[in-house]
């Protein structure tokens, strides 16, 4: 499976970014997919997740009631909504997938990161 994330960019405090990432080269509706961060000098963080069937999604509670994950199996392309931006979001945005029964520890996939810029 090959994941291509976009969609970052340089956007100012309480502003909106829209992430992309397109998958392709296996049955993307089998797989379980979702979105991490991961900020200068922090650890990887796992921000959101969407189950295979679109539903079941989840989020870290820094951005509950922020961020909104989708997925369109039309396009086998999941999205990531980010509304109300702060500075404490920059980071590097990365998607990855997990095959059914696999971990959210340990994804099967990953695809390359897209930077995040919340400034002023």
């Known amino acids: 499976v090959q994941l291509q994330a976009s969609g970052g960019g340089l956007v100012q405090p309480g502003g909106s970014l829209r992430l992309s990432c397109a998958a392709s080269?296996?049955?993307?509706?089998?797989?379980?997919m979702g979105w991490f961060r991961q900020a200068p000098g922090k650890e990887r963080e796992l921000v959101a997740t969407?189950?295979?069937?679109?539903?079941?999604?989840s989020y870290a509670d820094s951005v509950k009631g922020r961020f909104t994950i989708s997925r369109d199996s039309a396009k086998n392309t999941v999205y990531l909504q980010m509304n109300s931006l702060k500075p404490e979001d920059t980071a590097v945005f990365y998607c990855a997938a997990v095959r059914y029964g696999g971990s959210w520890r340990r994804p099967d996939y990953w695809g390359q990161g897209t930077q995040v810029t919340v400034s002023s």
């Open positions: 080269g296996r049955t993307f509706t089998n797989l379980h």
């Open positions: 969407i189950g295979w069937g679109g539903g079941s999604d």
